[in-house]
């Protein structure tokens, strides 16, 4: 077995990649407008209760302050009405909370007032002297605690197949509980909106989200417009995990501002409030019930969890999920609670709810293999299964044990002591972990503008946002195999609400949906082609289509070998300057749903734990993907190692501490907040399977983004216990959690 990447890099450059490191492509607040004002929240110093009154007296006083836009003044926002009658006809009651519109606060950081001045410095020196008064109520920020009353949980939501708490009959079985801490996406660049009104009810946006049309419809519910007059534009997007899929505060509260004002307003928020107005991955605490026979067969499986959510919105993932079909097992059962805490709304974070729920699946099947002393490895494999046993579908693919041999193979498996904390080179405990991960590789519907033109160029044209995985370079691929013509000829365009339709940037469904909708475009256009060769060019006179292709830029025929025009002499011909089409693609045929299509994961670890003081090192990562057919090699890759980077961070390092006192975010900043540095991640080797999927979609292939994530945390905290003997069970794995007092230093 041999990796596919390495081969392949040089000739394999991101199409946008020269500008974004020149600076030459723009991110949402790097747009400048004339006449444009400068806003900045003002947040809330209390978790819940009412602001009796704001004095925004002093403030206003302030150099260069425009307004101060908070519940006393802010205008009518339709979407916000709680009279029906009032409501526009296509606006639904409000969920979230109001930004600026109601004296209500919900959590520690809330928006209470928008200063709005002729620069941002002037905004930000003037935040300091709105002064609110506020009515403080009763709190619960405390998860740890608050998940202990039953009476505060909602849900649950079950799930069962065969007898419930089976595993308790087997020969050897595992109970254990597992807890995740709060983690935010926090990406490099900071959520930003900048809105201009055109009219009354006409607005444009620059705005940094993974989905322009879905911003596009939450304003247009917002302000009670018509969808067609909101524009959305998001041309790049630097990074965001997820917590780009809904609109925050900063979007309603740009668009309120400048409409007030009736000029353009930019909006762009802090580095702390992106701990606060943009989702996290919500606190989890999860406990795994798992046993087998002498031979490792699974017996039974529960998986009971519990996470967060905010007091106002109900925020539930896929924590569970896995447990219901990643391996053959007749007894499952599992249960999904939430709670409600007076925090902001979580949303979902890289792999979301499966990277949490297969943290404690793949740390409890590690468990097992110890019990049964068998390897992990043959313990996953001997519970392997082709066919999904939740709704008994067969994979449309599934390759995972070629991850497995390859992951065996490239991090020295047979190294591995099977007696944890035997093993020690130069010193210090060496272990090695590895665990699976699981997402489901959907398809949706996607329209796609395909323009080929006279001059042999060709642009393609969806609403969809590229937030870094790449799609700009993995769609730009696609339609040259597609069409068999080179990338420098082809132009992808996104982020754009006025473009055809896509799909928000989520799930690990763009290359699937996108990538479908881009191949039937270039389809139809080549079919187009033969049809106009037939139609002009007297070499193809009395052929049929399917005795032609289109390759090299040129309409070929299959049976003639000197009949071959090309692409701009047919337009010559023909009299015409381009081919114009919008195409879509809908979701799964009936064909394609007759599978359950999954993208697998398979990560391994040596990691070395120093016996004087518990600090981790790792050494050495691999990580392998069986995702259908890789399209775009490079990008694929860096997703893989962006993987591998949140998941050191989960395991090691992320976790957003709370003072429960007042409900307010303690280490809200990069120096609190500790994400991996280079020098914590070591070399990583990415390997694909990269083989095409046949029944998922007609392309081939499947998502990543998630599955580079999904069970990383596991393979660090088997490895972990592989070195030491010392099982972690909460995240992050800390020396202290390993029995080591500090020292002096
Ligand atoms: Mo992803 S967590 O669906 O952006």
Same mark, same amino acid.
């Given at each position: 077995?041999?990796?596919?990447?390495?081969?392949?890099?040089?000739?394999?450059?991101?199409?946008?990649?020269?500008?974004?490191?020149?600076?030459?492509?723009?991110?949402?607040?790097?747009?400048?407008?004339?006449?444009?004002?400068?806003?900045?929240?003002?947040?809330?110093?209390?978790?819940?209760?009412?602001?009796?009154?704001?004095?925004?007296?002093?403030?206003?006083?302030?150099?260069?302050?425009?307004?101060?836009?908070?519940?006393?003044?802010?205008?009518?926002?339709?979407?916000?009405?709680?009279?029906?009658?009032?409501?526009?006809?296509?606006?639904?009651?409000?969920? #979230?909370? %109001?930004?600026?519109?109601?004296?209500?606060? /919900?959590? @520690? &950081?809330? !928006?209470?007032?928008? +200063?709005?001045?002729?620069?941002?410095?002037?905004?930000?020196?003037?935040?300091?002297?709105?002064?609110?008064?506020?009515?403080?109520?009763?709190?619960?920020?405390?998860?740890?605690?608050?998940?202990?009353?039953?009476?505060?949980?909602?849900?649950?939501?079950?799930?069962?197949?065969?007898?419930?708490?089976?595993?308790?009959?087997?020969?050897?079985?595992?109970?254990?509980?597992?807890?995740?801490?709060?983690?935010?996406?926090?990406?490099?660049?900071?959520?930003?909106?900048?809105?201009?009104?055109?009219?009354?009810?006409?607005?444009?946006?620059?705005?940094?989200?993974? #989905?322009? %049309?879905?911003?596009?419809?939450?304003?247009? /519910?917002? @302000? &009670?417009? !018509?969808?067609?007059? +909101?524009?959305?534009?998001?041309?790049?997007?630097?990074?965001?995990?997820?917590?780009?899929?809904?609109?925050?505060?900063?979007?309603?509260?740009?668009?309120?501002?400048?409409?007030?004002?009736?000029?353009?307003?930019?909006?762009?928020?802090?580095?702390?409030?992106?701990?606060?107005?943009?989702?996290?991955?919500?606190?989890?605490?999860?406990?795994?019930?798992?046993?087998?026979?002498?031979?490792?067969?699974?017996?039974?499986?529960?998986?009971?969890?519990?996470?967060?959510?905010?007091?106002?919105?109900?925020?539930?993932?896929?924590?569970?999920?896995?447990?219901?079909?990643?391996?053959?097992?007749?007894?499952?059962?599992?249960?999904?609670?939430?709670?409600?805490?007076?925090?902001?709304?979580?949303?979902?974070?890289?792999?979301?709810?499966?990277?949490?729920?297969?943290?404690?699946?793949?740390?409890?099947?590690?468990?097992?293999?110890?019990?049964?002393?068998?390897?992990?490895?043959?313990?996953?494999?001997?519970?392997?299964?082709?066919?999904?046993?939740?709704?008994?579908?067969?994979?449309?693919?599934?390759?995972?044990?070629?991850?497995?041999?390859?992951?065996?193979?490239?991090?020295?498996?047979?190294?591995?002591?099977?007696?944890?904390?035997?093993?020690?080179?130069?010193?210090?405990?060496?272990?090695?972990?590895?665990?699976?991960?699981?997402?489901?590789?959907?398809?949706?519907?996607?329209?796609?503008?395909?323009?080929?033109?006279?001059?042999?160029?060709?642009?393609?044209?969806?609403?969809?946002?590229?937030?870094?995985?790449?799609?700009?370079?993995?769609?730009?691929?696609?339609?040259?195999?597609?069409?068999?013509?080179?990338?420098?000829?082809?132009?992808?365009?996104?982020?754009?609400?006025?473009?055809?339709?896509?799909?928000?940037?989520?799930?690990?469904?763009?290359?699937?949906?996108?990538?479908?909708?881009?191949?039937?475009?270039?389809?139809?256009?080549?079919?187009?082609?033969?049809?106009?060769?037939?139609?002009?060019?007297?070499?193809?006179?009395?052929?049929?289509?399917?005795?032609?292709?289109?390759?090299?830029?040129?309409?070929?025929?299959?049976?003639?070998?000197?009949?071959?025009?090309?692409?701009?002499?047919?337009?010559?011909?023909?009299?015409?300057?381009?081919?114009?089409?919008?195409?879509?693609?809908?979701?799964?045929?009936?064909?394609?749903?007759?599978?359950?299509?999954?993208?697998?994961?398979?990560?391994?670890?040596?990691?070395?734990?120093?016996?004087?003081?518990?600090?981790?090192?790792?050494?050495?990562?691999?990580?392998?993907?069986?995702?259908?057919?890789?399209?775009?090699?490079?990008?694929?890759?860096?997703?893989?190692?962006?993987?591998?980077?949140?998941?050191?961070?989960?395991?090691?390092?992320?976790?957003?501490?709370?003072?429960?006192?007042?409900?307010?975010?303690?280490?809200?900043?990069?120096?609190?907040?500790?994400?991996?540095?280079?020098?914590?991640?070591?070399?990583?080797?990415?390997?694909?399977?990269?083989?095409?999927?046949?029944?998922?979609?007609?392309?081939?292939?499947?998502?990543?983004?998630?599955?580079?994530?999904?069970?990383?945390?596991?393979?660090?905290?088997?490895?972990?216990?592989?070195?030491?003997?010392?099982?972690?069970?909460?995240?992050?794995?800390?020396?202290?959690?390993?029995?080591?007092?500090?020292?002096?230093?």
């Amino acid at each position: 077995m041999k990796s596919n990447m390495n081969s392949v890099l040089l000739e394999d450059e991101r199409v946008d990649g020269a500008d974004k490191v020149t600076g030459k492509a723009k991110y949402a607040a790097e747009h400048s407008l004339p006449n444009m004002a400068y806003a900045v929240f003002v947040t809330s110093t209390i978790a819940k209760g009412n602001i009796k009154t704001l004095d925004v007296t002093k403030a206003l006083a302030m150099p260069g302050i425009l307004d101060i836009i908070y519940y006393g003044n802010c205008p009518t926002v339709p979407g916000y009405l709680t009279n029906t009658a009032e409501r526009p006809k296509n606006v639904t009651e409000w969920r #979230g909370y %109001k930004v600026l519109y109601d004296n209500k606060v /919900r959590f @520690f &950081g809330q !928006p209470i007032a928008l +200063v709005v001045a002729d620069s941002f410095e002037n905004a930000n020196a003037a935040i300091r002297f709105v002064k609110a008064d506020y009515e403080i109520e009763k709190f619960e920020t405390n998860f740890d605690k608050a998940r202990l009353d039953a009476t505060l949980l909602k849900g649950p939501i079950s799930y069962k197949r065969g007898t419930e708490k089976k595993y308790k009959e087997a020969t050897k079985f595992i109970e254990a509980e597992y807890n995740i801490p709060i983690e935010v996406h926090n990406a490099m660049e900071l959520f930003a909106t900048i809105a201009i009104w055109e009219g009354d009810d006409k607005v444009l946006l620059y705005d940094k989200t993974q #989905g322009p %049309k879905s911003t596009q419809s939450t304003v247009a /519910r917002t @302000f &009670g417009i !018509p969808d067609k007059n +909101v524009r959305v534009i998001t041309e790049n997007v630097g990074g965001a995990f997820g917590s780009g899929l809904r609109s925050w505060a900063n979007v309603a509260a740009a668009c309120i501002a400048a409409k007030k004002l009736n000029r353009p307003v930019k909006l762009v928020l802090t580095r702390p409030q992106m701990f606060t107005l943009v989702g996290y991955r919500p606190q989890s605490w999860q406990k795994i019930g798992i046993g087998a026979d002498a031979a490792g067969s699974f017996i039974g499986i529960s998986h009971e969890a519990i996470s967060n959510s905010s007091r106002y919105e109900d925020f539930r993932e896929g924590i569970v999920d896995v447990s219901k079909f990643l391996y053959a097992c007749e007894n499952v059962d599992t249960k999904y609670s939430l709670l409600p805490l007076d925090m902001s709304t979580p949303i979902w974070m890289r792999g979301p709810g499966e990277a949490s729920g297969c943290f404690a699946l793949e740390s409890a099947i590690d468990e097992l293999s110890y019990q049964l002393k068998m390897d992990p490895i043959q313990l996953r494999i001997k519970n392997y299964t082709t066919v999904n046993p939740e709704n008994k579908l067969p994979f449309s693919d599934i390759n995972i044990k070629d991850c497995y041999t390859y992951g065996m193979e490239k991090i020295g498996w047979k190294n591995r002591p099977m007696v944890p904390g035997s093993l020690k080179e130069n010193g210090m405990l060496i272990g090695y972990g590895m665990s699976v991960g699981v997402f489901g590789a959907g398809k949706g519907s996607a329209s796609v503008r395909i323009v080929l033109s006279n001059d042999g160029k060709l642009l393609l044209e969806c609403a969809v946002s590229d937030m870094g995985p790449g799609t700009t370079t993995s769609m730009t691929k696609l339609a040259s195999e597609a069409m068999q013509m080179p990338i420098q000829k082809i132009k992808f365009k996104l982020g754009d609400s006025d473009l055809p339709p896509g799909p928000s940037q989520g799930g690990s469904g763009t290359t699937s949906t996108v990538g479908s909708a881009v191949d039937l475009a270039c389809k139809t256009v080549q079919q187009k082609l033969k049809e106009m060769a037939i139609q002009y060019a007297p070499a193809f006179a009395g052929s049929t289509a399917d005795t032609l292709e289109v390759k090299n830029e040129t309409v070929l025929s299959k049976t003639n070998a000197n009949a071959s025009i090309a692409i701009p002499a047919l337009f010559k011909l023909a009299n015409q300057e381009k081919i114009d089409l919008t195409i879509s693609s809908t979701g799964k045929t009936a064909a394609q749903l007759k599978y359950t299509s999954n993208s697998f994961s398979a990560h391994f670890v040596k990691l070395a734990v120093n016996p004087k003081d518990g600090t981790i090192k790792v050494l050495n990562v691999v990580t392998t993907g069986d995702a259908g057919k890789i399209v775009s090699p490079k990008t694929a890759r860096s997703q893989m190692l962006g993987g591998v980077v949140g998941g050191i961070g989960m395991a090691l390092t992320e976790k957003v501490e709370m003072d429960h006192s007042t409900g307010q975010i303690m280490n809200a900043s990069f120096g609190g907040y500790h994400v991996p540095t280079h020098a914590q991640i070591p070399n990583t080797d990415v390997y694909f399977v990269n083989k095409p999927d046949p029944n998922v979609n007609d392309i081939g292939s499947k998502g990543i983004g998630e599955i580079a994530l999904i069970g990383f945390a596991a393979a660090i905290a088997n490895a972990v216990y592989n070195a030491t003997g010392k099982r972690v069970r909460d995240l992050p794995i800390t020396p202290d959690k390993l029995g080591f007092k500090k020292t002096k230093a």
